[in-house]
């Protein structure tokens, strides 16, 4: 696509209509688009990548997690960091509102188990282009391959931007939409960071967040590809218990992943010993699950302990699970000491795990730091440093857990500062 600039209206006048220019064409950029268009803006976006959508493509392995149907308080409650500044963004345009745009743009929804919704087709590409018909439905001007170089501003106010070519373009407000630094890949390279600072704003420490974790243990790597369903975790970060969650985590040569380690990871703490435990029966006390053992001992009293686990572990759990209980894999069921059988619960309730770090940006779905929302007005996203400047999405210092919760945050913070850009 072509450079252009502004649209001049016939007579030769400059368009009396706001002008916003949005920089960063992801989820918060798109929607912060559509909102400032609906608002009567003339709206230009610059995309540094040839295409749209680059890292919404890939999210939710590519069916895109578009949001989360719970209630208010579920959505609340699943943001890790600053949920309070999320108040007006949140009511503003919530969930419903999201899935309404969408379905009304084209992109049919469904919702499954945890209240997930995607698109019925499971193609993020359908969510994309719903988005693309809504902005070009209100009159968006799409620049890709056009990367912003700096922001362009006085003393008071924002005054537009200068593209990586060198090109100026004026504004009445500039939205910076442009992520954090996790999946570089895709774009996301921290230039929001700098145009914040550039601008005088702060920035809080970025860290990988929704991402894997490494661990010490060797006997992790015996049990890559293997996934448990339905345990429960905590991890400890020196001493204080930082996450305790249930569901579903899998095994890696390096460590631990898998939605329930995602969540944890988004509350670990670098450079703290950090333990993490696995109850890998939490259904049971410890009393029912001693009578759950005495039952399976029974039940195979002459044979060997090796031979005696298969009702309680999978197959690939069950040579770890007998290292580690210190119990000889050939000693009979019947010669298990009192001790030996409370000692080998107290290992299935609370199986161990050193964390020695994370996977890094690279592997890690959102960031977790990013412009302080402190310098941020939360009723309408405008900063407080430079009048006419705007943030929206994860290049803010807000993350949540899995479940949708993260788009929800870039829907909601882009469609307030786009509908403020437009009236302010």
């Given amino acids: 696509m072509m450079n252009r600039c502004w649209i001049i209206p016939c007579g030769g006048m400059e368009s009396s209509m706001k002008k916003v220019i949005v920089v960063g064409g992801g989820a918060a950029g798109m929607m912060a688009a559509i909102a400032a268009g609906e608002g009567g803006a003339e709206v230009l976006l610059l995309e540094k990548n040839e295409k749209l959508g680059k890292k919404l493509f890939i999210t939710g392995k590519g069916r895109c997690n578009v949001t989360n149907g719970a209630d208010m308080e579920t959505l ?25 745009l969408l379905e009304r743009a084209g ?106 974790l490494q661990v010490m243990e060797e006997w992790c790597k015996d049990l890559m590809g293997l996934s448990l369903k339905n345990v429960e975790i905590r991890l400890k970060c020196g001493k204080r218990e930082v996450y305790e969650g249930f569901g579903e985590m899998l095994f890696t040569h390096f460590g631990v992943s898998g939605p329930l380690i995602l969540s944890a990871s988004s509350y670990y703490q670098p450079g703290t010993e950090s333990t993490l435990t696995i109850d890998l029966k939490p259904a049971m006390d410890m ?42 894999p050939d000693k009979k069921v019947n010669e298990i000491t009192r001790e030996e059988r409370k000692g080998f619960a107290d290992l299935i309730k609370c199986l161990p795990l050193t964390v020695t770090g994370t996977r890094g940006f690279a592997e890690a779905i959102i960031t977790r730091g990013g412009i302080s929302v402190k310098e941020i007005n939360p009723s309408t996203m405008e900063s407080k440093k430079k009048k006419g400047l705007y943030f929206a999405g994860e290049v803010l210092d807000l993350d949540a857990l899995t479940g949708g919760f993260n788009l929800q945050i870039a829907w909601s913070t882009g469609h307030l500062a786009g509908k403020n850009s437009a009236e302010n």
């Fill in 76 to 100: 609340f409650s699943n943001v890790c960091t600053n949920p309070k500044f999320l108040y007006s963004a949140f009511y503003d345009f919530d969930n419903y509102g999201v899935m309404e």
């Fill in 107 to 212: 992109c049919p929804l469904k919702t499954e188990r945890g209240e997930r919704v995607f698109p019925v087709s499971d193609h993020s590409s359908d969510v994309i282009g719903a988005l693309q018909r809504a902005m070009k439905n209100c009159g968006v001007k799409v620049l890709l391959q056009t990367g912003v170089k700096e922001l362009l501003y006085t003393e008071e106010r924002v005054t537009g931007v200068v593209t990586e070519k060198g090109k100026k373009y004026e504004a009445d407000s500039v939205i910076v939409c442009t992520g954090g630094i996790s999946y570089p890949l895709t774009g996301s390279t921290g230039d929001g960071y700098r145009f914040g600072e550039e601008c005088g704003h702060s920035v809080t420490k970025t860290l990988p967040a929704l991402v894997p």
């Fill in 287 to 328: 009393e029912q699950l001693d009578k759950r053992i005495l039952r399976d001992f029974e039940a195979n009293k002459n044979r060997q302990f090796k031979n005696s686990l298969g009702a309680l572990f999978p197959a690939k759990l069950i040579p770890v699970m007998i290292e580690l209980s210190g119990i000889h």
